[in-house]
């Protein structure tokens, strides 16, 4: 195995250098602030379900792989990949109780014949409630700052015919955590947009990964039956915004919705963060 230092070695928005392609820019230490929203099933209270609410505070740790990772091939020859491992912590702002934590990996995949298809990336990663993600998909550089497009929260499915008036007022009339807007509940997003207001975002790297076409979550038996996590959706973008006085910072937002399933309706959970790499 020949050895490299996949650290970034390219000017935002000419990663083409760098044997991690457009996650180059990821390694490193990261933290800010977010919000987290997840409907969940409410049996012990005898009720349907409960809206959770948070402000977190969060950490993610980017580590390179030291060197390219071989895939064998039969039907085409060997191609080589290269990521980073990472760490994601996320704690209720107020309280700085754990509410979330997640290793995984990203991957960049390169171009193949058979099969047919283009680069990629890949986000691989695993959580203690019993769930294990694979995520695939592209990425591009911009110039400027992200667009950022609303993301909605509203539940849907079959289930959604039966509830009754008043079903859904907690996502109308909610305890929000401090920062958090009433208009963030319907469009999460919102709080993204907010955060960069005013700001002269110079570049920006996307990466969208979603488990659907390619990839999927695979959970223990009791969150299949209890509330089933179906899909994956994420944008992540990197951005390389500019100070006043000239000066240059990165800066890390992020949007993913996770689809839970229960009493015959999909619940958007979603989370969003902006952090500073460090």
Do not use: C
Request: hydrophobic share 40%; proline share 9%.
């Amino acid at each position: 195995m020949t050895l490299y230092s996949p650290r970034r070695v390219a000017a935002p928005g000419n990663l083409s250098s760098s044997p991690l392609g457009p996650l180059a820019e990821l390694e490193g230490s990261w933290s800010g602030r977010g919000f987290n929203l997840i409907a969940v099933p409410n049996k012990q209270h005898n009720a349907a379900f409960r809206l959770m609410l948070n402000a977190t505070a969060e950490r993610i740790q980017f580590n390179a792989i030291g060197g390219p990772v071989p895939n064998r091939g039969s039907a085409q020859g060997d191609i080589d990949i290269f990521g980073l491992t990472y760490l994601q912590q996320v704690n209720d702002a107020p309280t700085m109780e754990g509410l979330h934590i997640e290793p995984g990996i990203w991957l960049n995949v390169p171009a193949t014949t058979d099969p047919k298809a283009g680069p990629s990336i890949v986000r691989q990663s695993t959580i203690p409630h019993g769930d294990s993600l694979l995520a695939q998909g592209t990425s591009l550089v911009v110039a400027g700052g992200p667009h950022i497009s609303p993301v909605s929260s509203k539940p849907t499915g079959p289930g959604m015919a039966h509830a009754p008036l008043g079903y859904l007022d907690p996502y109308l009339h909610s305890n929000l955590p401090p920062g958090m807007k009433q208009s963030y509940v319907a469009d999460m997003n919102e709080a993204l947009r907010d955060a960069i207001h005013g700001q002269n975002i110079i570049s920006t790297t996307v990466l969208s990964v979603a488990s659907i076409p390619v990839g999927g979550i695979v959970n223990i038996p009791f969150v299949t039956v209890n509330a089933n996590a179906t899909k994956l959706e994420a944008i992540f973008w990197i951005e390389t915004v500019e100070r006043p006085d000239g000066t240059q910072f990165m800066q890390l937002q992020y949007t993913q919705t996770v689809i839970l399933n229960f009493l015959n309706i999909d619940w958007p959970h979603i989370s969003v963060g902006t952090l500073i790499r460090t």
